[in-house]
């Protein structure tokens, strides 16, 4: 009898001190844990990739399930581990999802196709269009709601949309739409989704604009590539049938002349290495008589030793007239104008 008690001791204790088997857990519970583990990290992913239903089942989960032990949260976690270390690529699983990733390397035509394909799998979210909408556009929109709908509108854009736009209101205006954004923690989500449709359908009803750029930058990049004289021809022609729209033509045209007051100093090393050698030395060569200032400012504005090659070489080839010189100018100012377009260098605003 005093064995018996005694071997059963020695098993309980056993039994005591053992660790327990790891727990039977479904692929919910053991989302569930690593979730949990996450947070606990404080290294928890964003969720809202998942459905409303997977959302909902995860914290159902989450609230079911008790305490685990060590070697269940070990299994768990390697279990993960492994998966994730076999894992290649993953992929969204919908149109709209696939849509996200590539959106900004879309032309526009193509993004609103897709986009309009994306909203016929799922309920349509007009904040994703109007997101997505020409910043001149928005514009209208932000000049004739009130302060409330505004706030609402730049709430939901991305920040960097919402705040170019709102620097763009009125001093007055801005101040009043800002204030209203303090007061948006109260609306709820219907009112937010009924404020959605309404702006789309107000997009929906603008006319798209036919032309990317307005009527004087066109004419005047068409007036950068002619001949100077028919350039002048047509300026002349402008002043007598529409001052105010010649005025504004003549500040969007940028031809070699203009180039010491809009072309910024530092910005002609990179101009001179977007052409070739012989374009640079025919249009430097045209230009000493066209346009002088323009090559003393251009030479002046690069290293010593090039300078002095391409002077020497644009004299070597004497004057220069006509179509030949009027290109290779022409090429020199498309060169700039394309920098500027491409972003990487600014030109100076003319002044008035």
């Not at 053991?30 to 997977?54: D, H």
């Not at 101040?175 to 954004?181: L, P, Q």
């Not at 910024?264 to 066209?290: G, H």
């Not at 010593?304 to 004057?319: C, F, I, S, T």
């Amino acid at each position: 009898m005093t064995t018996d008690v005694g071997l059963t001791m020695q098993l309980t204790e056993r039994f005591v001190d053992a660790p327990a088997p790891p727990l039977q857990m479904s692929n919910a519970d053991k989302a569930a844990v690593i979730v949990r583990l996450l947070l606990s990290e404080g290294a928890m992913p964003r969720l809202t990739g998942l459905s409303l239903r997977q959302q909902e089942a995860l914290v159902r989960r989450l609230a079911g399930l008790g305490p685990i032990d060590r070697d269940t949260l070990s299994a768990v976690a390697r279990e993960f581990a492994h998966a994730l270390d076999t894992l290649g690529l993953t992929f969204p699983g919908s149109v709209a999802g696939a849509l996200d990733m590539v959106r900004d390397h879309l032309s526009d035509e193509a993004r609103e196709r897709l986009t309009d394909l994306a909203e016929g799998y799922s309920p349509p979210d007009p904040w994703r269009r109007i997101a997505a909408a020409d910043p001149d556009r928005l514009k209208t929109l932000l000049s004739s709601e009130s302060a409330e709908v505004c706030a609402i509108l730049l709430s939901k854009l991305p920040v960097a949309k919402a705040a170019a736009l709102l620097a763009e209101l009125p001093e007055d205006r801005a101040h009043v739409v800002a204030h209203a954004v303090a007061l948006t923690s109260s609306i709820g989500e219907e009112t937010i989704a009924r404020v959605g449709r309404s702006l789309f359908d107000q997009l929906q009803a603008q006319p798209s604009k036919a032309f990317a750029s307005p009527p004087a930058d066109r004419v005047g990049a068409i007036l950068n590539a002619a001949a100077t004289a028919t350039r002048n021809k047509v300026l002349e022609g402008l002043d007598s049938t529409d001052a105010d729209f010649a005025g504004l033509v003549r500040k969007a045209i940028f031809t070699f002349e203009h180039i010491p007051r809009r072309l910024d100093q530092k910005d002609v090393p990179k101009v001179m290495r977007a052409l070739d050698a012989e374009t640079t030395v025919v249009a430097l060569a045209a230009a000493m008589e066209a346009a002088p200032l323009a090559v003393e400012f251009l030479l002046e504005n690069m290293s010593k030793r090039m300078a002095e090659q391409l002077r020497d070489d644009a004299e070597a080839r004497g004057k220069i007239r006509g179509p030949e010189g009027e290109a290779a100018m022409a090429e020199l100012v498309s060169a700039i104008r394309k920098l500027a377009d491409s972003g990487e260098i600014r030109l100076i605003e003319p002044e008035d």
